[in-house]
């Protein structure tokens, strides 16, 4: 049932000097204007990469002085090069001998942002922590995000090709997910009229001055047109006040039901990968990880596919109703049908197998000053390893669970729920805790 709950209100502080601030602002910007663009950069000089950073984002006019080619290329020497313990670990790293003028704007910027995250990368990932043996990922991913000042932006454009940036709202971490949401407010328009989604990590810069609005490096993590979604949105569980739709795996969208426009945005990302997902794509393009192809197994064909393993999940946004591990996973090649492959982790017909959930299957939200809870709705964290022990699916995505009614049986004497999963690639069948799983083949 959903619920009301009463939450203070925050006032934004107005002055009654609002037009002589204005005018102290537009003074002030007229004299930087007014000054020459060889003393502004004069000053710039004076800034660390972080306060540079960090003013280009006031105005146009500091946005294109703080990408000035000389600035940036002595403080890509400086932090690459004057550093003596630094410069001994540095290799195949050369400052060109062309002319600052035959850079476009922004390159030595880039180039010192670049640089400076990779050398960054190989000192995060010694930190993600040893690989658990149930997951197959590592174990300090939420702690290694939060080191790095990780946070993610929405962006959701309307058919009319305006834009709003939201902020998170709130976000969970899980055992092996993540869970981040947007509420909708007056910055959102009609569900009808979204036209776009777009999800960004953003890593926050570090600082002297806390109250500052941090600047960020972003990366592109989804991109979504809304067009080619409709077709395929389910509505996946309701409450008195909300309506929840799945718009493709692992995003949401809580609309509210008296109104039709949206409460919140909900997106739920799977753990793999996703430092460098959230960490090393830029603005408009998303980190693709390179192709490995895997060691070549050459036991009998006739077998099939074996050695499998599966860690799944079923939890929400407040606790966890079930965390379990299947090893030992196989499909013989007559169970491989229309280009899909079966994996049972519990046999159907065997009820002392089953693995009774704890609690009831709720989804809590919040938004705003109301909250509530979504009967017979969870998030189903999924990673299946394969023979190697190396990630080989990997799902995380909300999902509505049925109730069942099935025969008493003396083994098991919990709850029958039926949870179904599919899409392009994957397909899975959770009843109670019977699960089957099937994936599409690779042609």
């Known amino acids: 049932m959903a619920c009301l709950k009463a939450v203070p209100l925050r006032l934004r502080a107005v002055t009654t000097s609002k037009k002589a ?3 102290s602002s537009n003074s002030t ?17 004076h800034l660390d ?3 540079l950073f960090s003013i280009s984002h006031t105005t146009k006019l500091f946005h294109q002085l703080a990408s000035n080619n000389d600035l940036w290329k002595k403080l890509y020497i400086a932090e690459l090069y004057n550093d003596k313990k630094k410069q001994n670990k540095l290799v195949n790293v050369q400052v060109s001998t062309k002319k600052i003028g035959d850079y476009a704007a922004g390159y030595w910027k880039e180039l010192y942002l670049k640089t400076v995250a990779q050398r960054d990368m190989k000192i995060w990932k010694s930190l993600l922590g040893p690989i658990s043996i149930h997951t197959g990922l590592p174990s300090q991913t939420e702690q290694v995000l939060r080191n790095l000042r990780v946070t993610w932006e929405l962006t959701v454009t309307d058919k009319a090709g305006r834009e709003s940036t939201l902020e998170l709202s709130w976000s969970q971490f899980s055992e092996t997910s993540l869970t981040l949401c947007w509420c909708g407010g007056d910055c ?45 949105t389910q509505v996946i569980g309701q409450d008195q006040l909300v309506q929840l739709k799945l718009l493709q795996p692992g995003i949401i969208i809580g609309l509210w039901r008296d109104q039709g426009s949206v409460a919140f945005i909900m997106f739920t990302l799977h753990f793999y990968k996703l430092v460098e997902r959230s960490t090393q794509g830029s603005s408009d393009c998303s980190h693709v990880e390179p192709v490995i192809q895997p060691p ?18 079923l939890h929400n ?15 013989r ?3 491989i049908s229309d280009g899909f492959i079966m994996l049972t982790a519990i046999s159907r017909t065997n009820a002392s197998q089953h693995i009774q959930l704890s609690g009831s299957i709720t989804m809590p939200w919040r938004c705003e000053a109301l909250e509530g809870a979504v009967e017979n709705c969870c998030i189903m964290s ?20 049925e109730l069942e009614k099935v025969d008493v049986s003396y083994d098991y004497d919990g709850e029958h729920y039926l949870i179904q999963y599919k899409d392009s690639d994957i397909q899975s069948d959770f009843t109670a805790s019977i699960l089957s799983i099937l994936w599409k083949t690779v042609k």
């Open 49 to 51: 990469a972080s306060a």
């Open 317 to 331: 946004t407040v606790c966890k109703f079930m965390s379990e591990s299947f090893s030992q996973l196989f499909c």
């Open 29 to 45: 910007q007229n004299v930087f204007e007014r000054m020459p663009t060889e003393i502004l950069v004069k000053i710039l000089s």
């Open 21 to 23: 601030a204005e005018t």
């Open 333 to 335: 090649r007559a169970h």
């Open 188 to 232: 959102l328009p009609n569900y009808e009229q979204i036209s776009s989604l777009q999800l960004h990590g953003v890593r926050r810069f570090a600082l002297s001055r806390p109250s500052l609005k941090k600047p960020g490096r972003r990366s592109l993590m989804a991109n979504l047109d809304m067009r080619s979604l409709t077709k395929s």
């Open 382 to 401: 999924l990673t299946l390893l394969d023979e190697f022990r190396q990630p080989f699916i990997c799902i995380s995505s909300p999902v509505s669970a």
């Open 296 to 313: 070549f197994d050459d036991i009998d064909s006739e077998y099939g596919l074996h050695g499998y393993q599966l860690h799944i999940v």
